[in-house]
């Protein structure tokens, strides 16, 4: 079994790992702190090593205003990692922020991702935004925007059950009706365009 080590990580080797490896979501130019996972035993901190990253900032929301908020901004994992990078990671990251004064933190995913190792770590959501579908009949392509769930994590409180209970079914529901979206519009012949996907618009 891996045993997962953590190391510290500059701004640009930041944005080159999720310019190379996050699915859904632009590099991001800034950072307070980045946290790498890699195994205890790599005999250096090289991003070649690296299982993936934690990126924290600022919060990116109305949140902002608060000075105990702080947000996780990216979780970038690559294919082959071993299951428990995720997990590890989230830990890091938010023992830190904790350490460094900060007592909530803020995160967000897709509408059609599971959430299991936020979950899993003790974050539970808080709300879902609107989701859209945006079409060109021209060029027979479609996206999926908006969408995302937040998810909060407070220093000293758990979860309760009726938080869990609405965590799961809102994931539930919003995999559910991705899923029917993609569906639908792939059955109609239309082309899916990721919303995250620059360079490629609609009228492409």
């Known amino acids: 079994m891996i045993r997962l080590v953590h190391g510290r990580v500059k701004c640009e080797e930041m944005t080159r790992f999720l310019e190379k490896h996050h699915r859904h979501a632009a590099p991001l130019n800034r950072h307070m702190f980045t946290i790498s996972a890699m195994s205890d035993r790599s005999q250096d901190c090289f991003p070649t090593r690296w299982f993936g990253i934690a990126v924290v900032d600022l919060c990116s929301s109305s949140w902002s205003k608060r000075r105990d908020h702080i947000e996780l901004r ?19 990251a938010r023992s830190a922020s904790w350490s460094m004064g900060y007592r909530t933190m803020i995160t967000y995913t897709q509408p059609y991702e599971n959430g299991h190792s936020l979950l899993a770590s003790g974050f539970w959501v808080q709300s879902a935004g609107k989701m859209s579908v945006y079409v060109n009949e021209q060029t027979q392509r479609y ?28 994931i539930e529901k919003r995999n559910d009706v991705y899923g029917r979206w993609r569906e639908k519009m792939d059955n109609q012949g239309y082309t899916f365009i990721p919303g995250h996907s620059r360079n490629v618009s609609l009228a492409a």
């Open 143 to 170: 996206r999926i925007q908006g969408g995302l769930i937040q998810w909060v994590c407070a220093q000293g409180f758990n979860a309760s059950k009726d938080d869990i209970v609405f965590t799961k079914e809102v």
């Open 74 to 92: 990216r979780l970038c994992i690559i294919e082959d990692a071993p299951k428990n990078v995720a997990s590890f990671l989230i830990g890091k």
